[in-house]
């Protein structure tokens, strides 16, 4: 599947009757990658999970392309290309790491699964371990690899680096900007280490309080500290 | 660093609860002594099962111990109640002191085997343990008077002043009694630092072992407290009926006093209360209505309430209580 | 030894006839994570309709099998959409417990207002009825077929759970429904198939055991309480665990009924006691994260 | 004015077969004798008491006399309930009419109980004769682990040792079992050429006569021998042909042959009940409310229990059962018990009727 | 300085896969010692093999001397041990203030009361306010758990830690899932502990390590392959192809 635009539109929502996301627009061009940033409890995991329906939507819409997927069920969103890797992990506790990453195949053949197997090489070592009994940072390998299995055309990443040594935090950038070069995927970033998060993507929002509070360009915030401190950093709240 | 004012508790109902629990049982009490004066033997047999769910609360409501075998306190404190009294001792008050003893030995023992284990285990072994106690109750027949029933249980008067009759005005007055001192007390006792270690043991046992708590020797002291409550019910309910059967230490019995707890909420003191009520009275009023069919209505209660109130009766009374007092505070 | 062998073939067939109605109830609470304490009432609706099928349509015991376990799921499929869809993720096991109590009462009203409330018996074809001479003894017949169809069905529910794909959609939708959804499972459907699936292996149970465990109204609340502890020494959602539960909790029964059957189920919960403390995890369980 | 009776039954449950009974058994009366009794309406009110429960038969029967002011109770299936019961009724003035709990000693427990239905002691020893008679040397007793079950062994084995038998094996099966497998197989190997059981009509007596067909018992020559309970009438379709010939001893059956017992079953059918489903209980109802009205006639309405049971004490009369009377010594009721036989009888299985125990004690009650 | 906590040829294999290879090191009061090393190098696990959580397969603990190799988990934290968790275990349908107090009242032994309220008792509500202050968390004091952000929810697991006045403090990853530039604060707050206690922080983010650590240990497949100070890490090869990365390039540029 090519990469898919994705846009949203006034979009609020939240867990039951409290909102916590509140008329977020955003628009990301196919094979774009935004960042999305901003402090604990700012909303951008449930922007995330919003977007892949699993919280109480209060008001707006979502396009992927050109289809409106507002009220479509989560199982058909990922149909349509949306994959999404949680910053829980959400791990099959009680699936081997294979099968875990069967879940994510899509109907592609088994023979896909080493694919995930060269991404991350700790992985096959441990093909036949539980997922509960893998360490931290495997569970993360764990995740990613199984939503790119599915070859999503737009990707949401909660916090992806989390938990994992610098050196393979290096390999998955890499693979991400190889993935997004190649024009088969859009991507959607939350990330705490800033850095990283700038060089990549190609455009930025912050967020806080559950709404947009700066968008532009990556380099704006690079060039200016000042400006990251006050809209991420170690600021009054 | 942040600057906002120091964070104010949330406020709650404007009395404090022990108060307001006991005002409750109060109102509760006179509405049945008045308005239903021909109903006490019901109502007194309604508190001795409300006592059982108490005590049912107190260790799955508090402490997420789930048990299918809670009756065993209940019945092993009825029994001994019946056979002391049986034997000669007939002063009330010294039958719910044996009952209280009774009941809480029984917990201790049924905490000490159950509690070692989490999760299904723990359920299978306290069906185990409550059904051990039914086979023993039966096969001793010769103290307890096996499937016959332990009969014969005359008690004398309360105070040597009140003597238990057939319109149960005693007995009803004497469990309300009883009912009011122990809710008074478990109000406070669920609130203590001990009360909210145990909510924290239900929560996650790992982390509270992790900040240095010994969990098991707590919970065998939680299943003690909570076997005295069922022991004052199996006593009261001793003194008040005149006979000790079987049902007493069912697993039916079991049964029936989860659902009640569910279904009024589980972990609130209120919840047991309500949900006993309610079961009871709902339960009483349709048999009495439709002795051959009532089965079916009370399952179709149970349902009910699980879809309208999934967190049981007193979840949402809770809910509004605290939405009205956020609002007093804003 | 004629005497061990003879408490042996008991135990046997004792045994399966509780794994036979008690594995639907394991799938449920192991994969499904649902206490289904009406998973009796349910074997005792197939009890009902072979019953019926049987002696008021004259249906050949084969068809009436058939007939019982289609029925039910048939039955069960309103109860599924509307109520049990409510209870299956997350939810409190406290609150599963009081709808599916709730549901037993009901279909105990409606199965009691039906039939009456007399026992149902379910002849048995003249190939399967009277003793059968094994050397040492004679066994009823049908404790015979039992015994394979409680084998039979074992090995195909492992293949399907440990090695197809729907036994890993399933496992993955009970761990995290949320992701299962988010990859693309639809965890709606699986959820109700393997409904169906466990209610329709309840009904076979509640057939072809009826002769040990008589189907009567009552039936649902009777003998709750042993399927739940079978279900839970094995460790829930486990075949090999279920079955072996079923074996052991079968000869310590038969063997207590044999030797000092007055002291009743006592040796039965002594066991169950014993299995806890032996096998904290369950026989076989898988266990929860 | 209403004079009102408080039936105490197992409506709902396991048992609710017998309680139903209780009514079909009491409506067969009304049906034929009238709501009215000497310019008195007569009302029954039915309450269930579901299982043995004696807190909550208690407080029914107490919210019965407290709060809907009856005259009579009647009903109580099960023997702690009754015993629950009893202490209210001299307070209260009320008289118990038992219809069906079985165990000797509740009408000891207050001079206002009278039974009409039967005991343990009653129904077996007749059994133990029979053995005798038929040539049993060594008998397997197995029954029930509760206290009907308790006093059938005890008078099975009084007797049958008397005469001279000898019981090989004596089994107390708890009341939860329904595989009796096992059972047999023990009874096979101590020997006995003749099994007595009791156990309570229900899922485990079909169990128990299943599993002595099935595990080749019968096909061995092992005769079977019980009280009436293993086989009661809406068993025996269950039961099915191979049950051909079971004996056991009884106070009722349904297909006693008598014009009292046709009328009775075809008021039953008149008032919608069905004849498949009658049992021993809807007997004992019917005959408890004979007494209930003859009570209600001699007190004129009133309520003075004493002049009430005064007036049933010594009652003579002939039920569907066969002639009864009451004993006035321990106010249960005495009665043929009968040596019946499982046999098909066009095309329906029935217990037919082969000899008779002219008016039979409670044998453990009385002096004789 | 006084050692406080020794490890001493510690082993543990899962099955076929070592998680630990006769590790031993030590802790001493005042320490801050950073564990670092690959995924799935056996760091966690070797926390849990210290808290008790797991028995080792070989190899003693001590602690002040004392052998505590045999000790239950609760008996370990009484003495001083006190962890935190890598993925969070709270108490979840407790409030914040509720998690903090009870940690505070566990300490101070007044947990087995049980005739007085709980939270609100003048003198525990001062210090778990002090503490959630310090970590910006005191406007959620009285939210549930479940309903915080997870990183929020990293940062309770913090202070729990704190709150129990521990003298050997054991963070899995405190900072993960903390903004990069908040991470800081956590340090702060570490700051404010007693001088003699020791402190041993597992940690990806490297930035974050070397403010922290005055010395570093490095485990990789089990075994530790580097103890020293943390200028001379980013110079070893071999920790540098299997751990650093880029990291250690940016940091010998800068
Ligand atoms: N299940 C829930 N129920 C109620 N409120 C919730 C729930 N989950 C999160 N919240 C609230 O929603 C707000 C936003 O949470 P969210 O998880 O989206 O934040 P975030 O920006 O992802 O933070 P972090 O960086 O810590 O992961 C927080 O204030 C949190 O308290
Ligand atoms: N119960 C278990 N059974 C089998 N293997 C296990 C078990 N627990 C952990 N492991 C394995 O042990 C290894 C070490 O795990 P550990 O969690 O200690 O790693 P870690 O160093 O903390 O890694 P991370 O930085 O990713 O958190 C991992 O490969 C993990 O899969
Ligand atoms: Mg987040
Ligand atoms: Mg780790």
Redesign the pocket.
Same mark, same amino acid.
Do not use: D, M, Y
């Given at each position: 599947m090519p990469a898919a635009p994705l846009e949203v539109n006034n979009l609020s929502a939240g867990y039951g009757a409290t909102r916590i996301i509140d008329g977020i627009s955003l628009s990301v061009r196919a094979g774009d990658r935004l960042a999305v940033l901003g402090r604990n409890g700012m909303g951008k995991t449930t922007l995330l999970v919003t977007l892949m329906g699993l919280t109480t939507r209060h008001g707006g819409d979502i396009r992927i392309g050109d289809r409106d997927v507002t009220a479509t069920r989560t199982s058909a969103r990922a149909g349509l290309g949306l994959g999404y890797v949680p910053q829980t992990r959400d791990i099959f506790a009680s699936l081997t790491v294979e099968e875990n990453l069967r879940t994510g195949l899509k109907g592609r053949p088994a023979t896909a699964l080493d694919e995930a197997y060269e991404m991350f090489p700790r992985l096959r070592e441990?093909r036949g371990?539980y997922g509960k009994?893998?360490?931290?940072?495997?569970q993360q390998m764990l995740a990613m690899a199984r939503t790119l299995l599915g070859r999503p055309s737009i990707l949401l990443l909660d916090e992806p680096l989390e938990?994992l040594?610098p050196v393979i935090c290096d390999e998955l950038m890499v693979m991400l900007t190889r993935l997004a070069d190649s024009g088969e995927v859009t991507i959607v970033l939350v990330e705490q280490q800033i850095e990283r998060a700038l060089a990549f993507a190609d455009s930025v929002v912050v967020m806080e309080r559950g709404r947009v509070s700066w968008s532009g360009a990556p380099q704006a915030l690079t060039a200016d500290r000042a400006l990251v401190d006050r809209l991420v950093g170690v600021g009054i709240h | 660093m942040s600057d906002s004012a120091t964070p104010a508790p949330p406020r709650g109902l404007p009395m404090i609860p022990e108060a307001s629990g006991a005002l409750a049982i109060i109102g509760l009490g006179a509405i049945g002594y008045f308005l239903f004066p021909d109903d006490l033997a019901f109502l007194t047999r309604l508190i001795g099962i409300t006592l059982l769910v108490l005590s049912l609360d107190l260790v799955t409501g508090y402490c997420g111990v789930a048990t299918l075998g809670h009756a065993a306190q209940f019945g092993v404190a009825a029994y001994a109640a019946g056979i002391a009294c049986v034997r000669g001792v007939t002063d009330p008050i010294a039958l719910l002191g044996v009952g209280l003893v009774a009941g809480t030995m029984m917990g201790l023992i049924s905490g000490a085997l159950i509690t070692r284990f989490r999760g299904l285990p723990q359920l299978v072994l306290s069906i185990a343990v409550g059904q051990l106690v039914a086979a023993l109750a039966n096969k001793l027949s010769w103290l307890t008077g096996g499937s016959d029933g332990l009969s014969g249980i005359t008690p004398g008067k309360v105070f040597g002043l009140y003597g238990f009759d057939m319109y149960s005005r005693t007995a009803f007055l004497f469990s309300l009694g009883v009912l009011l001192i122990v809710f008074v007390v478990l109000s406070r006792f669920v609130r203590s630092p001990f009360g909210l270690m145990c909510r924290g043991i239900k929560d996650d046992d790992l982390r509270a072992r992790m900040i240095g708590v010994s969990i098991y020797p707590r919970l065998v002291v939680m299943y003690g407290v909570s076997g005295a409550v069922a022991g004052l019910g199996g006593a009261l309910t001793a003194i008040s009926t005149g006979v000790v059967g079987l049902d007493s230490v069912s697993f039916e019995r079991s049964a029936e006093v989860l659902v009640m707890l569910v279904l009024g909420g589980a972990g609130h003191l209120w919840g047991a209360l309500a949900g006993a009520l309610i079961f009871q009275i709902f339960e009483h009023i349709v048999a009495a209505a439709n002795p051959f069919h009532w089965m079916m209505l009370v399952g179709l209660l149970l349902i009910g309430i699980v879809v309208f109130a999934p967190r049981g009766l007193i979840a949402p009374v809770m809910a509004l209580a605290t939405r009205l007092a956020r609002k007093g505070d804003a | 030894m004629r005497i061990v062998l003879s408490i042996a073939t008991d135990a046997l067939a004792y045994g399966m006839v509780l794994f036979i109605i008690s594995i639907g109830l394991s799938i449920m609470m192991g994969l499904m994570r649902v206490v289904n304490l009406a998973h009796g009432a349910f074997a005792m609706i197939g009890g009902y309709l072979a019953s019926y099928a049987i002696r008021d349509l004259n249906a050949p015991y084969g068809l009436a099998i058939l007939i019982a376990v289609i029925g039910a799921i048939v039955v069960s499929i309103p109860f599924e959409a509307l109520l049990y869809r409510r209870i299956y993720r997350k939810s409190d096991p406290l609150i599963q417990v009081l709808m599916t109590i709730g549901i037993t009462f009901v279909i105990i009203g409606v199965v009691n207002y039906i039939f009456g409330p007399s026992l149902k018996s379910i002849p048995l074809p003249n190939a399967l009825s009277g003793p059968l001479d094994i050397g040492f003894r004679m066994v009823p017949t049908h404790r015979v077929f039992v015994i394979a169809c409680g084998l039979i069905t074992a090995l195909l529910l492992w293949l399907l759970i440990e090695k197809t794909e729907f036994g890993i959609k399933l496992r993955a939708s009970v761990d995290h429904s949320d992701m299962a959804d988010a990859l693309g499972i639809r965890t709606e459907i699986i959820y109700a198939v393997t409904f169906a699936l466990a209610i329709g292996l309840g009904a076979f149970g509640g057939v072809v055991g009826a002769e040990i465990l008589p189907i009567e109204p009552f039936y649902a609340l009777r003998y709750m309480v042993t399927f739940l502890v079978v279900v839970s020494v094995g460790g829930a959602g486990s075949i090999t665990g279920a079955l072996s539960a079923s074996l052991l909790l079968g000869l310590a029964d038969t063997t207590g009924k044999y030797l000092a059957p007055e002291f009743g189920e006592f040796f039965f919960y002594l066991t169950v006691i014993i299995i806890v403390f032996l096998f904290p995890r369950g026989l076989f369980g898988r266990s929860h994260a | 004015d209403t004079i009102k009776v408080g039936v105490i039954g197992t409506m709902s449950g396991p048992y609710a077969l017998f309680g139903k009974n209780f009514k079909m058994g009491i409506d067969a009366w009304v049906a034929e004798n009238g709501t009215k009794v000497g310019g008195h309406d007569v009302e029954f009110i039915y309450r269930d008491e579901e299982s043995p429960n004696p807190a909550k038969s208690k407080a029914i029967a107490q919210e019965l006399i407290v709060k809907d002011k009856v005259q009579y109770l009647a009903g109580a299936y099960f023997t702690p309930n009754a015993m629950a019961i009893a202490p209210l009724l001299e307070e209260s003035k009320t008289p118990l009419v038992v219809m069906n709990a079985a165990t000797s000693s509740i009408v000891e427990k207050s001079p206002y109980i009278v039974r009409t239905s039967f005991t343990m002691w009653q129904n077996t020893v007749p059994a133990a004769k029979t053995a005798t008679k038929n040539g049993a040397k060594k008998v397997a007793i197995a029954v029930s682990d509760y206290g009907p079950g308790i006093d059938a062994e005890a008078a099975f084995k009084k007797t049958f040792e008397a005469d001279g038998g000898a019981v090989v094996e004596a089994i107390r099966i708890p009341l939860a079992t329904t595989d009796f497998s096992p059972i047999m197989q023990r009874i096979k190997n101590s020997g006995a050429d003749t099994i007595f059981t009791f156990l309570p009509s229900g899922p485990p007596t079909l169990g128990f006569v299943k599993a002595y067909l099935d595990n080749g018992l019968k096909v061995a020559g092992v005769k079977l021998m019980s009280t009436g309970d293993v086989v009661t009438e809406p068993d025996l379709p269950n039961i099915g042909d191979p049950g051909i010939g079971i004996l056991s001893t009884y106070h009722y059956s349904v297909s006693h042959a008598s014009p009292e017992n046709a009328s009775f079953l075809a008021q039953i059918k008149k008032g919608g009940g069905n004849v498949d489903e009658v049992t021993m209980t809807s007997v004992a109802a019917y005959d408890g409310a004979r007494l209930i009205y003859k009570m209600i006639e001699a007190t004129a309405g009133q309520r003075d229990p004493v002049k009430a049971i005064a007036a049933v004490k010594d009652m003579t009369w002939v039920s569907p059962r066969g002639p009864v009377s009451i004993d006035p010594a321990t106010r249960h009721i005495r009665q043929n018990v009968y040596l019946r036989e499982v046999a098909k009888v066009d095309g329906k299985l029935i217990n037919r009727e082969i000899q008779t125990f002219d008016a039979q004690p409670d044998w453990a009650l009385s002096k004789e | 300085m006084t050692e406080l906590f020794k490890a001493r040829n510690i082993s543990l294999a899962?099955?076929g896969?070592r998680?630990a290879q006769d590790v031993s090191f030590k802790l001493a009061a005042g320490d801050r010692v950073a564990l670092i /090393?690959p995924? /799935?190098? /056996?760091? &966690? &696990?070797?926390v849990n093999l210290m808290t008790g959580d797991l028995a080792p397969g070989n190899g003693r603990f001590t602690m002040a001397g004392d052998d505590i190799t045999g000790f239950s988990i609760a008996e370990r934290v009484r003495r001083g041990l006190v962890r935190t968790f890598?993925t969070t275990r709270l108490f979840q349908t407790l409030t914040v203030a509720d998690n903090v107090a009870l940690a505070i009242m566990q300490r101070r032994r007044i947990t087995r009361r049980v005739f007085s309220a709980a939270t609100e008792r003048p003198d525990v509500r001062a210090e778990w306010l002090e503490i959630l202050a310090l970590l910006g968390l005191d406007r959620l004091a009285y939210r549930q758990v479940v309903e915080l952000a997870y990183g929020q929810q990293r940062l309770i697991e913090l202070a729990i830690g704190l709150a129990l006045h521990p003298k050997v403090l054991l963070l899995d990853e405190p900072a993960a899932g903390v903004p990069h530039d908040e991470a800081p604060k956590i340090l702060e707050a570490i700051d404010r502990l007693p001088p003699d206690i020791a402190v041993l922080m597992?940690e990806?983010d490297m930035d974050l390590v070397f403010k922290f650590a005055k010395r570093v240990l490095v485990?990789a497949a089990g075994r530790l392959i580097f103890e020293g100070a943390p200028s001379d890490v980013t110079a070893d090869h071999e920790v540098r192809r299997a751990y650093l990365g880029s990291y250690a390039d940016a940091r010998s540029a800068s």
């Open positions: 441990r371990n009994q893998l360490s931290g940072g495997e938990g040594a | - | - | - | 899962f099955g896969l998680v /090393g995924n /799935g190098a /056996g760091k &966690t &696990t070797l890598q597992i990806h485990l």
